[in-house]
Each structure stands twice: as C-alpha cells, then as structure tokens.
C-alpha cells in the first residue's frame, strides 16, 4: 500500500493537472507550439511540450519536502543521463523515496497543438518498490482534461485503488467544479456504436484495418458500404480512449502497435508506452475491462519506453464476443507464440 495518505495524494495531482490546464489556456495564443523542439527514444517533443517541463519538476521538489518520490516522465533526464526517470528531492537515494510517480503532462499533444481536440494529464502513483514496480502496483491515478481554445468545461477523474472511479466537470471561467456522473456502456454489440482499432500513423495502417475489418465482419455481418454502423474515431491520445469509454461514449478501443510491428518483423516503432496508461487504474474502476490485447491484465514496468498494446471493452459481455475474434485474428499471424512484454 502507498506509505501515504491516497486522498492528499489525490489532492496534490489534481493541484499539479489544475496548473499544467492554467499554463496552457494561458499559453495557447502563442505561435510556433507545434514546432519540434527534440526527439527522444520514448516520442517527439514539441514546443507546447516544453511549456509544462518546469512545471513537472518545480511540483515534485516541492512534494518531495515531505514524501521523497521517484519521477518517471518523458523528456527527463536524472543522474548518469538515464532517460525517463528522475529522484526528489536530489541527492535523495532511490531507496529512500516513498512513492513512484509516473507522469504524461500532456497525452494528447498532436490534437491540442493545432487546437483540434483535448489532451489529457495524467498521472498514476505506486509505492516504490524500485525498478521492478509495475503499472499493476498504482494506487492512486487522476486524469484532467486539457482544453481546445473553444471549450468553457473540462473534465477531471480519478480513482484510489478499491473505491471507484470519481469524476467532476470544472467551469473553466470560474474554476467551479459539479459532480459528474458516469458508466461505461453496457451494449452488448457493436453496431451503431464507436469501436477502434488505434491507426493514427503510418506504418501499422494496414494490419490495424484488416482487424477491425475481421472484428465488424464477425460481430454485425458482412459490410454493407450502404449504411454506417459501427463508428471509428481515431482520438490520438490513450487517455482521452480510456474516458471515451468511462463515459460510456465508445464500446471497444485497442491500440496493438507493438503487436502489428512484431507481425511484420519491424524493429519497435512509435507506439503506446507505460505514462500513456499511468490512469489505467481511473478505467478499470470505473469498469472498463482492460487487457494487453492477448487476454492478460494490461500491465508493464513504470517507464518512458517500452511499448504497450493493450484493448479495452466496455464490459464483459463485449469482451466475450470481441476477444475470441481479435485472438483469431493474432494467432493466424503468428502472434500466438508471442507473449507481452513482462
């Protein structure tokens, strides 16, 4: 369990995401903040990322007065240049710190750049049991809508391990925040409903088509190019995927990058790393079914680079009828013999 109070752990994220929301309503008339400003082994860093930077570090040596933590975010770097990962306060021994903090600022950063579409902060906190802690071991997650220039609310969620998942819309004029209610559908099919396969980039196009193709075709029936009944949307951020479906919005989402690079025997391309699912705890207890897209829990190391896939349903029933379908699909290219990373 954390060695902390999970209620003011709570309450210092949503402090940190309510900051990192201000700095970007503040900063979003600015030009050039989809420049590329550096790349890095786990993404691109574009100049709207670097807004929040200081952000990330001037919160964690200000907690770290209290609770020594371990940072785990992209495009840091902590001693010895190891990438990703961070201790507070410094000088600290890793040891000594009483929490793993894994953080993405900004998931979303394509869509916001350009105004498109809300990204999401996100932040999960486990207690540190070193480098082998797991995205399993999070107890406390918060996620905070990031908002377009248009939009006068935004949503924030977050979840303690065992208590549910509990959510507020804010007023972004007034900082006033309501209850928000929510549930993840409870369709049993997916036709007239939102289902994905992630294909935001080239490279995996094609296998990503062919299985959402295969899954329509078994779950509604061959296509009828007359009608549209099962509904794609492409919202490149796997947190804004996660609410889709906490909210009841979408029934199946998954994201199988890694696997679809593996099956055409290319090295690790771009593709979902363990920070894009740091609030996966905010999902499943709000009851989205969550697995790594071969029937195990989605789960992997607290760090910036290796890559996830995962698929997610909006309940179990969905889950029955999908997973039988996208395992068929795996498992004639091979992906049988293959196993998540561990």
């Known amino acids: 369990m ?42 691109t860093i574009y100049q709207i990322d670097t807004l929040v930077e200081p952000l990330i570090e001037d919160f964690c040596r200000d907690w770290a007065r209290t609770t020594p933590l371990v940072l785990i975010a992209e495009g840091i770097e902590g001693p010895g240049g190891v990438e990703g990962v961070r201790i507070f306060p410094d000088g600290a021994r890793e040891e000594d710190a009483a929490i793993r903090l894994i953080v993405d600022p900004i998931d979303g ?11 999401w902060a ?76 992630a294909n935001f980039f080239p490279g995996t196009k094609v296998l990503a088509g062919e299985l959402m193709e295969h899954v329509v075709r078994h779950l509604v ?8 009944t099962v509904f794609d949307d492409q919202y490149i951020s796997t947190g804004g995927q996660f609410y889709e479906l906490i909210v009841g919005h979408d029934r199946f989402n998954a994201d199988l ?19 894009d ?15 790594d897209g071969l029937a195990n829990p989605l789960d992997g190391p607290l760090d910036v680079t290796t890559g996830l896939s995962w698929a997610a349903y909006a309940n179990e029933a969905l889950r029955r009828r999908i997973e039988p379908v996208l395992n068929a699909f795996l498992s ?9 990373p561990k």
């Open 2 to 43: 954390l060695p902390v109070d999970a209620d003011a752990v709570v309450a210092r994220l949503k402090d940190f995401q309510r900051v990192v929301r201000e700095e970007l309503v503040r900063s979003r008339s600015r030009r050039g903040l989809h420049d590329v400003d550096r790349s890095t082994a786990a993404d």
């Open 109 to 119: 950063t394509r869509g916001l750049m350009y105004d498109k579409r809300s990204a």
């Open 122 to 197: 996100l932040a999960g906190a486990a207690p540190n049991r070193g480098p082998a802690t797991r995205l399993r071991d999070v107890e406390v997650a918060v996620m905070t809508e990031l908002p377009t220039s248009k939009m006068g609310h935004g949503d924030v969620l977050w979840a303690v391990k065992g208590r549910g998942a509990v959510g507020e819309r804010v007023d972004l004029r007034t900082g006033k925040a309501a209850l928000l209610s929510f549930r993840p559908s409870t369709a049993t099919g997916i036709d007239h409903g939102f289902a994905s396969i």
């Open 221 to 228: 029936g061959p296509a009828d190019v007359t009608k549209a």
């Open 257 to 275: 990058r890694p696997l679809f690079y593996r099956i055409q025997d290319q090295p690790p391309g771009l593709c979902c790393h363990p920070y």
């Open 277 to 291: 699912c740091a609030t996966w705890l905010v999902a499943e207890e709000a009851g989205v079914i969550l697995t």
């Open 332 to 340: 004639e290219r091979g992906v049988s013999q293959l196993r998540s």
